[in-house]
């Protein structure tokens, strides 16, 4: 028994914050922020837009794709790094706007990584059948972490939800998946802030060591796509689409060079959707599916990674 995606979902603010916009406000240019990330133009939230409100929209567009009724559901995974409030989570947040309860509902936090980490744990549910309809979704709130007067970190990060349904099939589904994590590299990239009496202790900014993260990604990405390809007992040459975490183009670029996969294979969002966390995957593999790009039968490789720093890869037929 495989778990397999039945449908995809997405969702996308209204609001559009193009490079001109920044340079309006910061000493940046759009040549500039092209050339070193490939990035474009971003979506940004609206002041009274949670995550659980992006992520609505997501799951009930997966669910009418999936043609399934949201009372099917049977367990919920929400990854974020912005959660709507400290707790409840968002999951159970999400359930309640769904008019749902009952079923386990909880948030995981990889960051970029944690849609790889929410799928990978509900593909464990479903094969072992204690899920016959599990929800995974990533949604974020990123531009609430932003410093929007730090050109090396404004320039970057896009607000967003993307949602698939997973449910039990004797056809090929999810593969392999393999989770890595290692906290010695929690300082290149954070948001430090803690909550103490009442208060914020430390700043909420998103900080970044840009070089260094890069650096970490490029080899880290490469290695979990051999070692989940490895797993399954498949070639590079069997992946018919990467499906990366949207964070630079030059990552994504080194990647499928390494799976010696050309751009034309490789589902690319971050020119418009720029980095939006745990949303990047699935958002992108929802943009895949519905240009008809991504056809049923496909193997594709999803592969992220964030702070923790968290990374991992997921190899499926879809």
Not at 242 to 269: C, D, F, W, Y
């Amino acid at each position: 028994m495989y778990s397999r995606i039945a449908g995809t979902g997405s969702y996308l603010p209204e609001k559009i914050v193009t490079n001109d916009d920044l340079a309006r406000t910061i000493d940046t240019s759009d040549e500039w922020i092209v050339a070193r990330t490939g990035i474009r133009q971003r979506h940004v939230a609206a002041e009274e837009q949670r995550t659980s409100d992006l992520a609505l929209v997501a799951v009930e567009r997966a669910l009418e794709a999936a043609g399934v009724a949201k009372e099917e559901i049977d367990l919920l995974i929400v990854a974020t790094t912005t959660p709507d409030n400290v707790f409840p989570s968002t999951a159970c947040v999400l359930q309640d706007k769904l008019g749902l309860h009952g079923f386990p509902a909880f948030d995981v936090q990889a960051v970029c990584a944690g849609f790889i980490y929410a799928l990978a744990t509900a593909d464990k549910f479903v094969k072992t059948g204690a899920a016959k309809c599990a929800v995974v979704v990533g949604a974020e709130v990123v531009s609430n972490l932003v410093n929007w007067q730090d050109r090396g970190t404004c320039i970057l990060f896009g607000d967003g939800a993307g949602a698939v349904v997973l449910q039990p099939s004797e056809e090929t589904g999810i593969l392999e998946t393999r989770l890595h994590a290692d906290g010695r590299y929690r300082h290149i990239l954070k948001s430090d802030a803690r909550i103490r009496q009442g208060g914020l202790d430390g700043t909420p900014w998103l900080y970044m060591e840009g070089n260094a993260v890069f650096k970490f990604a490029v080899r880290a990405l490469a290695d979990v796509a051999e070692e989940t390809l490895a797993a399954a007992g498949l070639d590079k040459s069997q992946v018919d689409w990467l499906v990366p975490h949207q964070a630079n183009l030059r990552i994504i670029e080194s990647t499928a060079k390494h799976l010696g996969l050309p751009m034309e294979q490789v589902v690319v969002t971050v020119d418009r959707h720029g980095n939006t966390s745990a949303a990047s995957i699935p958002l992108a593999l929802d943009e895949g599916v519905r240009s008809g790009r991504i056809q049923r039968g496909h193997k594709l490789m999803l592969e992220g990674i964030g702070g923790g720093f968290a990374w991992g890869g997921v190899l499926l037929a879809y």
